[in-house]
């Protein structure tokens, strides 16, 4: 059992250049995640999916597009990368316990890191 | 401000002594806290969720602990490893919503 996995787990970009972080979990969970995690800050929030079809923005989406392709999977996408996004970005997923709020456990891929020159 | 706050920011502790880690929050209404362990490289791993009606919950020698009239948690880690050694991070999930408020985490290093 994979869980959740992330590819590339490392990058290199140019300003300017796009790149597509994809995300896959073999959980059957609903809800799917994107969040960066910078030092000296907690994970932030970029984009999430609560359900196949459906993609929300997050506390920092500004820079970023989401695509929920299927239940399994969900990418990330830098369409023109700027030094301020390189971060280590975490894919995450979680099955909703229902009422429409999420109190399941969060269950993490391992993370990729992406430098932006 | 940040709704979850995390003291002490880093400690250093003897293999085999515990130690307890806080956790303050002001997210409302609430709904869970949980508790993960980010070890160095690796993506965050559960420990331990609480709803409202909880006290304490264990998992092997993490303890958990919430007083959600106070909004105050504690990780206390019991005859500690070098295994250990990573980063705790409290998340607090507020009713109503789908999103959750991460702390800035609790840096540990164990040494023998």
């Known amino acids: 059992n994979a869980g959740v996995t992330q590819t590339p787990k490392f990058q290199v970009l140019k300003t300017g250049q796009s790149m597509t972080l994809q995300c896959a979990q073999d959980m059957n969970h609903n809800s799917m995640y994107w969040y960066r995690q910078d030092p000296g800050m907690g994970l932030r929030l970029i984009y999430y999916s609560a359900s196949e079809g459906t993609t929300d923005k997050g506390e920092v989406p500004n820079g970023y597009n989401v695509s929920r392709l299927n239940k399994r999977e969900f990418s990330l996408r830098l369409e023109s990368a700027a030094p301020s996004q390189t971060s280590v970005y975490f894919c995450a997923s979680s099955a909703l316990t229902g009422g429409g709020y999420n109190t399941g456990e969060l269950f993490f891929g391992e993370g990729s890191r992406l430098t932006v020159l | 401000k940040n709704q979850v706050e995390q003291s002490p920011q880093s400690l250093i502790i003897l293999e085999g002594k515990n130690c307890t880690l806080q956790?303050?929050?002001?997210?409302?209404?609430?709904?869970?806290l949980r508790w993960y362990k980010q070890d160095t490289g690796r993506g965050p791993v559960s420990l331990t969720i609480?709803?409202?009606?909880?006290n304490t919950k264990s998992n092997g020698r993490y303890t958990a602990t919430l007083d959600a009239d106070t909004k105050q948690s504690s990780l206390h880690i019991t005859a500690s490893q070098l295994s250990d050694s990573a980063s705790y991070i409290c998340?607090?999930?507020?009713?109503?919503?789908?999103?959750?408020?991460f702390g800035k985490g609790n840096q540990v290093v164990v040494i023998p």
């Open positions: 609480m709803t409202f009606s909880e």
């Open positions: 956790c303050n929050y002001t997210v409302s209404p609430f709904s869970n």
């Open positions: 998340v607090v999930s507020g009713y109503g919503n789908n999103r959750l408020a």
